[in-house]
Each structure stands twice: as C-alpha cells, then as structure tokens.
C-alpha cells in the first residue's frame, strides 16, 4: 500500500467515526427533546379531559345548588363552567378558553390560531390542534367539542344539530421549562460536537504520525539491505586472494591429494587423514554438503570457469572451520573432465571479522541515515569544496557530482535564509570561531525545502590565518517538523474542553491543562507536586479508591465517574479514563494520566429523568384505578348479596318472631366473614398502589398469588382458565410492587385480547423456570397472537391498537422501562402455536 493511500484511508476512518459521533450526539438530544414534548401533550389532553368530564357533568345535572347568605342558589352550567375556568386561569401554569365560530359571549371570540382550527373543526379535518409559540414558552392545545341534548337547551337558536363540531377548547400550557431545557439540549448538542471534533482532530493527528513513522522505517530498512548487498559482494572479491591449503583431485581415478597445510588447517598431520574424496565428505558441514557439491559439478561441467564454494568442515578438536574453497577443473582436448585442483583457505577470522564488521556497518549505516548527517571541508587557497557522501544525500545530489561554495549557497540555500547564512560564514572567518546556525535549503533531487544544522569549524594555521573550514550538515527537518506538530498537539490540548492531567508514579500532579484550571479554580503552581484526591468530594469510598489504584498499578485502564469538590468548594461531576503511560525502553510505568470531561449537567439531567420515570411508573398505576374500581365491583358483588341476604333473613326471622339464637349467629357469622372478605379486598387493593422502595426477597408464585387478588376476580368472570407452572422454586431480590404492576397490566391485556376476539376456550398459561443465574418468566395465551407488523411497535411509547377511551399506549412501555431499567431484566414478546407469548427475565438471588 503506498503511503498516500494508507493516510486517505486514515483520514477516511476518522471521519467515518466523526460522523458516527455526530449522528449519535443529534439521535439522543432529539429523543430526549421528542420525550419532553410529548409529556406536555399529555399533560394537555389530561386536562382537556377533566375539563371536559366537569362540563358533562354540569350539563347533565342542569347546574347546582351553592350555600350564599344561608340561602341556596341554583347555579348554571355556563356559569359554572366560566367559574371553573376563571380559577384555574388564575394559576398563571393552565389557562382555559371555551370559543366557537358564533359564540354567545363577545369576550369568547376566536383568535387567529383558534378561528383556523375551528373551521378545520367544522369540517371534520381534525379533532385536535396543538402547537408552541415562536419562543417555546406557551404550548397552546385545541380539541373540538361536540354538540349533545343537553347542549341545545342554551344553542337551540342557533341551529345546532347533535353530532355537530360547533367549537372547541384552548388549553395553554406555561413551557418556560421545555424552553429552558430546548435551549440547554442545543447548547449542548454544540459543546458535543466541538469536543467530537477536536478529539477526531487529535486522533486523526497521532494516527497520521504514526504512519508516516512506519513509512520512513520501511524505507531506511530498505536502503540499508540494498547496502548490505554492496557490501557482501565487497567481502567476497577480497577473500579470493588468499590461497592456503593445496587439493588435487584425479577425476578419471577418483584419487584426491591434500597438503599437508591444507590437513594441519584441521589440526591434522600429514598421515592422520586419508588422501580420498571421503575424506572430505565426512569433514564437511551437513548443511553445506549439498551447495559444495552443485558448484563443485557445475563446474566439471563447464556450466562456470572457476569453483568456488565457501563451507565448514570440522576440526580435530570438533569445532568448525571456515573454508574458502577455489579450484579449476581441467579438460581434455575432448572437453572432458580429467583433473581439479583447487586451494583451501582458512577464512574462520575474516569470516569472524565479516560477522563484526557487517554488524558494525549495519549499526554505522542505521546511525547515518537516521541522523541524516554528512561532513564537508573547504579550502580557502584553491577554493575546493569536498562533500561526503551522506552530505550529498542530503542535498539531493549524485555521487559524482561536483559544486562549488558559490553554488552551495546561491543554488541550495533558502533565498530567506541566504542573506544570514552568507553573514554568519564570513563573521566567522574574520573572527576565527566557530558557530552553529540553523537554515532551511532546498533538495536538489525533489526540490523540496529541508531543515538543516550546521556546526563550523575554522582552521588556521601556524600564522593564526585562516586556511580552511570543515564542519557538518544534518537534516533535522522531521526534528522541526515534529516540534512544530508536537506545538500543534500541544495548543489543541490546551484549548480543549477537556481536562488533561499527568501525574507521577507516586500520583503527584506533574501537568494540567487550562481546563483543568478553569473547572477546579485551582492554577497549576496550587496542585503542583500534590494528588488529584484533593479535589475528592466523598462519593467514592475507600475500596473503590484502592481497586482504581490497583487498576492503572497493573497496567490496565479505569474509567468511571467522579464527584468532585472545587476550590470554592462547588461540586461538579467529571466523567474520566486513567492510564498508564509505559517507557519504550523496558516497558514500566513511569507516568498516569487522566483525561475527564465535566458531566455535571449530563448528571443532574439523568437524575431528573429518573425522577420522571418514577413519576410516570407511579401514574400508570393510578391511571388504571378505573379499571380497578370496576374489577373491585366484580369481587364485592356476591359478598354483599350475601350479606344483603343474611341481615334480611334476620329482620325476616324478628318480624315473625322466630328468632332463633342459632340462626341468628349463623347469619351474623356469614355476615362478619363476607365482611372480612371486603376488608381483605380493599387491603390488597391498597396495597398495589403503594409504592415501595426497598427490594424484597421473595418467589415468583407469591406476586403471581397478589395479582390475582386483584384481578383474579375479573379473570374468573370472564371465563378465562389460569394454568401455572413453578419450576425453579428461585427467590429474587428486588422490587416486588413493580413486578406486580407489570404481571397485571400483562394479564389485564391478555384478558381484554381474548374477550375482544371472542375466543371460546380461553386459558392464560404462566410458567416459570430458571436458567444459570437467571429466572424466566412466561406469560402466554390463545387468542391467536400479534401481528407481525405490530411486534416491534408494541413497546412503544403511546402505541396502542384500541381507541383513545379504552387505553393511553404507556402501559407496555412503561412495563418495558420498569423491568430494564428498574429491575434490571429483561422484556420481550413473540408469538407461540396458539398466541402471543410475553417472557421476563430476572436475575435470581444466590442462595
């Protein structure tokens, strides 16, 4: 991959993720902004409602009878209505106003916004309006009143007709509270951006760094074996001149002769080894047998003019030596091979000196070329210029290329740069000291401008007069640019809207940035050389203190959430990551750093989210009291028959004076029992709306067992069968008043499905079981199931597949919120054979 693409990939991958960033940050203010917006609709509808209710009810009791002066008054529905509205505009948070296109009373006259809606009413385009003013700080909602009997009493005149849209009801609601948090998510949503931005900038920054870094090393490795190259085929033309031992090999009879120089290299004497071919098979290295012997026949087959083949063969003692073989084989005048002869020579020191030396050219070449440093001398009396070769690399020039001073500095000097350049050079000649100076030139290959630092040396001579200069050109152009991006990084630390702190192996502080300063109060000279754990505010206690500590000391990252305490002694809240710094060389820790950003309003936020989650969970409890109220109906239904019937047995028993003690404490114990049945019912009535905040230890049968003293009633009436299976016989600890809502708004659902869908043999099917550490909670039926197209819906908020009178569409969702998020489990629904099935899984207690 070349190195410009690797850095477009780079690029491309950040801001990818910066995009990413961007979409998360604008997906969950806008959620929380849609959540806060629909709560004030509900909040508008529940007051139309009530509104409404209060004026049905007034026009249908014809007005009422109010206590002035020790007389009773008969009071109208308008005016009643008027009254009602008067006081509750009076609060300065609701303000009411009934209007129509023709009202009675001038002073109800229409708006602008209301005339518009009204006649969209009239036409029957909508039943409701809603909007925010142009500064979010009233919402105004409309819904159409419709014309009943007991509106023509008063509008009869007017032509009104039963069914007829002839009006509507403005409810305004005081926003400054939306407003106020509008204008903070905004702010907010920009103080993410900005962040995201510069910390995609700085990640962007080091990775681009990193790569340029893997580049230049790739290409230093590559000069440096293209060298090693050069220098190997060196060491090979210089071993060929020696000649030590003497060898001659018969080809036609086999027999080989070797000198005694060429055994005593060996540690042999001359009658210690046989002249033979064998001999030197059994001597020579396993591994360099088989290349020894494919030169030794290329070359006895003409294939190369001379043999040569550099290999091991053992020594007496058993240690190897190094061999520089050389022969020539010759031939008949029939070009066949009859005879060889060559030369041993015992290279084992020069090889020895090969190994340093390559080692020692390799640690040179590395040190050259990484320094980016050459050397150059001139001469004052016949003005030569000598440049070495690294200098010549540095100025871009051929190795056999030749300039002069005049062209050093007019062709190769920075034209910004020559005029000091110039200066500083002759200062130095009439002066006779020798200085260094810092310049830019430009590279001759590429034209491109390089830093460099030159040291100059004057040399004179006996006379104390100047004859020549020597000195050094190094290219510290990645120096200066790395200075210049670690001023870069350096600047966007400083300026980021995050706090960066350094500390210490011992935790004291060493660096700050300025956010620190400005979100602590304290300068850097105040928390120099001391702990963070100044600034600690008491929220994490000592263990958690000890397992962060114990977390970085192991090389490991923390990351977790901090309460602090300001100089002024304000709290704020910061989010922060600690690591370990490592050294390159022996990879131990040498510093920590801390990156935190402050989280103090993101913190309060959560907190009043969760105030309204609990709010919300509180009144989808009470908002099925109706619906209790009527499930209470249905239980006190056959007690009080029962009672009825026991007191009327007795005042039949007395008028016929045939009471009899035994009848009549049979009766009254009938009485006291269906009484004691009341009492219970409305205990545990009591009981599902009392909100506990404790976690429980209990079983899964027991809150079943208290949902259907509420509404096993209903069930029962219904036709609907319970079959319940308890399997784990697990305890869990935690919320048991919250489950229950859950498992009765799911049983109330499958009630209203099956008798809405007239299903004949109606069941409702519980089972319970565990798994690992988990219990799982199923709640099926056979009302045919949900629909597909509905199953992902069905959580949401304010969905709901009945009418507006029959259910708001937050029972679901608030189930879902409560299981997650407050009993930290899991809630989901699918279809079975038969119906929809809802499974809750919770953690179990460990026993």
């Keep these: 991959m070349s190195h410009l693409k690797a850095i477009l990939i780079t690029i491309g991958v950040v801001f990818i993720g910066f995009l990413l960033q961007v979409y998360y940050i604008n997906f969950s203010i806008s959620n929380q902004i849609k959540i806060y917006e629909d709560n004030i609709l509900k909040e508008a509808r529940t007051s139309f409602n009530s509104f409404f209710v209060t004026k049905m009810w007034n026009t249908t009791n014809k007005g009422v009878f109010i206590k002035h002066d020790e007389e009773y008054q008969k009071i109208n529905p308008i005016d009643m209505t008027k009254q009602i509205f008067d006081m509750s505009n009076n609060n300065n948070v609701k303000s009411y106003k009934i209007t129509s296109l023709s009202p009675l009373n001038p002073n109800n006259k229409p708006n602008f916004y209301e005339t518009k809606v009204l006649k969209k009413f009239e036409k029957k385009e909508i039943s409701e309006s809603y909007e925010f003013n142009k500064n979010y700080k009233k919402f105004n909602y409309m819904a159409a009143l419709t014309v009943t009997r007991a509106c023509l009493e008063c509008h009869n005149s007017q032509g009104y007709k039963i069914g007829d849209i002839r009006g509507g009801v403005r409810v305004t609601v005081d926003t400054n509270d939306f407003r106020d948090f509008y204008l903070s998510s905004s702010k907010k949503r920009e103080y993410y951006m900005i962040f995201s931005f510069f910390l995609s900038l700085l990640v962007l920054l080091v990775l681009i760094h990193f790569v340029n870094n893997i580049y230049r090393k790739h290409r230093i490795i590559i000069e440096m074996s293209n060298k090693y190259k050069i220098l190997s085929q060196r060491y090979e033309y210089a071993i060929n001149g020696s000649n030590d031992g003497l060898w001659d090999w018969n080809l036609l009879t086999n027999e080989v002769y070797f000198s005694k120089i060429w055994k005593a290299m060996l540690g042999y004497k001359d009658e210690e080894l046989a002249n033979s071919l064998e001999t030197w098979e059994k001597l020579v290295h396993p591994d360099d047998f088989e290349k020894a012997s494919h030169d030794i026949n290329a070359n006895h087959r003409g294939e190369t003019a001379h043999y040569q083949n550099i290999h091991r063969l053992k020594h007496k003692d058993g240690h190897w030596v190094w061999i520089l073989d050389r022969g020539k084989t010759i031939f008949d005048e029939n070009n066949k091979a009859i005879r060889m002869v060559g030369f041993h020579t015992d290279v084992s020191k020069q090889k020895e000196l090969e190994i340093d030396l390559k080692r020692s050219e390799k640690n040179l070449l590395k040190a050259e070329k990484m320094s980016h440093l050459g050397h150059f001398r001139y001469n004052f009396k016949d003005k030569n210029l000598t440049l070495s070769k690294n200098i010549k690399a540095v100025f871009g020039l051929n190795d056999e290329d030749k300039i002069t001073l005049e062209d050093l500095i007019k062709n190769f000097t920075h034209e910004e740069d020559r005029e000091a350049v110039i200066r500083k050079f002759f200062l130095a000649k009439q002066t006779g000291k020798a200085y260094k100076n810092e310049y830019r030139i430009i590279r001759q290959s590429d034209r491109e401008i390089r830093y460099v630092n030159c040291n100059i040396e004057i040399k004179k001579d006996k006379n104390k007069n100047v004859y020549s200069v020597i000195g050094t050109i190094q290219d510290v152009t990645e120096f200066a640019l790395i200075q210049n991006e670690l001023s870069i990084l350096r600047q966007a630390v400083e300026q980021a809207p995050i706090s960066f702190v350094i500390t210490n192996t011992q935790g004291e502080i060493e660096y700050v940035n300025t956010h620190f300063t400005k979100v602590s109060g304290y300068s850097f000279s105040e928390v120099a050389g001391k702990n963070p754990n100044i600034l600690k505010a008491d929220f994490l206690d000592k263990k958690e203190y ?122 009254a114990q009938d009485i006291i029992n269906q009484t ?152 989901k629904v699918y279809n079975k054979e038969e119906g929809a099935c809802f499974e809750i899984t919770l953690r179990k207690e460990s026993v």
């Design 546 to 667: 000890e397992l962060l500590w114990e977390t970085i000391s192991s090389g490991e990252t923390w990351s977790g959430t901090f309460k602090n305490l300001a100089k002024d002694k304000n709290e704020f809240w910061e989010r922060a990551i600690i690591f370990p710094i490592f050294s390159k060389k022996n990879q131990k820790i040498t510093n920590y750093m801390a990156i935190k950003q402050e989280v103090t309003k993101e913190i309060k936020l959560q907190e009043e989210l969760k105030d309204k989650e609990e709010l919300m969970i509180a009144q989808s409890r009470h908002a099925a009291m109706g619906e209790m109220i009527s499930m209470i109906a249905h239980q006190w239904r056959q007690p009080i028959s029962v009672v009825a019937m026991s007191a009327n047995n007795i005042l039949m028993d007395v008028e016929l004076d045939t009471l009899e003690a035994e009848a009549l404490k049979e009766n």
């Design 676 to 827: 004691q049945y009341l009492s219970q019912t409305i205990e545990d009535f009591r009981n599902f709306f009392k909100p506990n905040k404790q976690k429980e230890i209990f079983y899964v049968k027991d809150v079943f067992k208290d949902a259907f003293s509420v509404i096993g009633k209903t069930l029962e009436n219904n036709n609907i069968n319970i079959l319940e299976e308890y399997c784990s016989s697990c305890q869990i600890n935690n919320f048991r008043k919250e489950l229950l809502q859950v498992l009765i708004n799911i049983l109330k659902n499958a009630k209203e499905v099956l008798v809405q869908r007239e299903i004949e043999s109606r069941y409702i099917k519980i089972e319970e079981s565990s798994f690992k550490d988990k219990v799982i909670i199923k709640i099926s039926d056979n009302a045919g199931g949900i629909k597909e197209e509905l199953l992902e819906k069905i959580f949401e908020p304010y969905f709901t597949t009945k009418n507006e009178l029959e259910g708001t569409g937050l029972g679901l969702y608030m189930s879902k919120i409560i299981v997650e998020k407050h009993l930290l489990g899991k809630l």
